[in-house]
């Protein structure tokens, strides 16, 4: 299997943004700008809206993908840390996409403490998410500043905070704030290491793996690139098949435990100063779930991306990557076998 025929798959699998997605986009976008502020109980102003997920990163699948967009308000961090206010934010965001008239509500999702609908509008999905604005005036800031200033104000905030415990809450609560920064992450990234993550999300889906979400898959495959270039002191040509390799001994985690797991860090992509956050790192002990893999939020470092993910998952991972691995390396392996 080659590198010409991985490239070659990996762009017939990605789905481009095209004109035919910014209709429903723009419209969306319009009607929650003008119709939440006219229902919600409180007096809000939604400050901007953020577009984010694959499509935007460059990393969408054809066969299925959802189209992010963050709603950003005029609200406190404090608010957003309110569950009356939260319930508010969900119902009213609920009760402007009802009064659509064309946007059809596919979740709800009552499970998540932040406010956040998934619907359909023009035969596109869209994941729906409120947060706060951490810049006063985000249309004055260039977006690359912009979201330099959004991490920068999250992480203030979270290190000011009093107690561990406190603090992962507090990140999670920020997620949806600093979306912009999560999708230049991927967005500014070469272009193998985009066609690598749509191999890994295939990878995923061809193997059923359990519980491997988007985000892990962009990571794992940031980080494989970045172990690429640190090897060869800057020197290799990264190609996609090379990427995708390392992402796959990345995730070959036999000869790691519970109690000596690999260990992740993206600390070089720039998003946030390591020496800040010396003892504010996830470790074993805070997992609470005795993994053999934990890979450091690149965005908000105090959390680990595998937190919510079954030790029974991670195996799984673990074994297709073996397996995987061995058909890309033998003479006779073919694409169908691994994707």
């Not at 036999?254 to 504010?280: E, I, K, M, V």
Request: glycine letters at 6%.
């Amino acid at each position: 299997i080659t590198d010409v025929e991985l490239t070659s798959l990996a762009e017939d699998l990605r789905a481009p943004l095209t004109d035919r997605h910014l209709p429903a986009i723009e419209e969306l976008i319009r009607h929650v700008t003008k119709t939440f502020p006219e229902l919600h109980p409180r007096k809000v102003r939604i400050v901007q809206a953020v577009k984010g997920g694959s499509l935007f990163k460059g990393t969408a699948l054809r066969d299925g993908f959802d189209i992010d967009l963050v709603f950003l308000l005029n609200l406190s961090v404090a608010m957003l840390d309110d569950d009356e206010v939260l319930a508010e934010l969900k119902g009213s965001l609920k009760a402007c996409l009802e009064a659509h008239g064309k946007i059809e509500i596919l979740d709800t999702r009552e499970g998540l403490r932040f406010p956040s609908v998934s619907c359909e509008l023009s035969g596109s999905g869209f994941d729906i998410s409120l947060g706060a604005s951490l810049v006063p005036d985000p249309d004055r800031i260039a977006l690359e500043k912009r979201w330099q200033v959004q991490l920068k104000e999250a992480h203030k905030r979270i290190l000011h905070c009093r107690g561990y415990f406190k603090a992962i809450q507090l990140s999670r609560i920020l997620s949806a704030s600093i979306n912009e920064a999560c999708v230049a992450m991927v967005a500014n990234a070469p272009e193998p290491v985009k066609l690598a993550i749509v191999l890994v999300k295939r990878w995923r889906d061809a193997n059923h793996l359990q519980h491997f979400k988007s985000f892990f898959a962009e990571g794992i495959v940031l980080y494989a690139a970045n172990h690429l270039m640190r090897k060869s002191q800057g020197k290799a040509t990264l190609t996609v098949k090379g990427i995708l390799l390392r992402a796959l001994h990345t995730l070959n985690l036999t000869s790691f435990s519970a109690q000596q797991p690999r260990y992740l860090t993206l600390h070089f992509l720039g998003l946030y100063n390591p020496t800040q956050w010396d003892g504010w790192y996830p470790n074993p002990e805070h997992s609470g779930h005795g993994h053999r893999m934990i890979l450091v939020n690149p965005l908000l470092p105090i959390l680990d991306s595998l937190h919510s993910v079954p030790s029974k998952s991670l195996q799984g991972w673990s074994e297709a990557a073996v397996q995987s691995i061995a058909i890309l390396s033998k003479p006779t392996g073919s694409l169908k076998e691994v994707f």
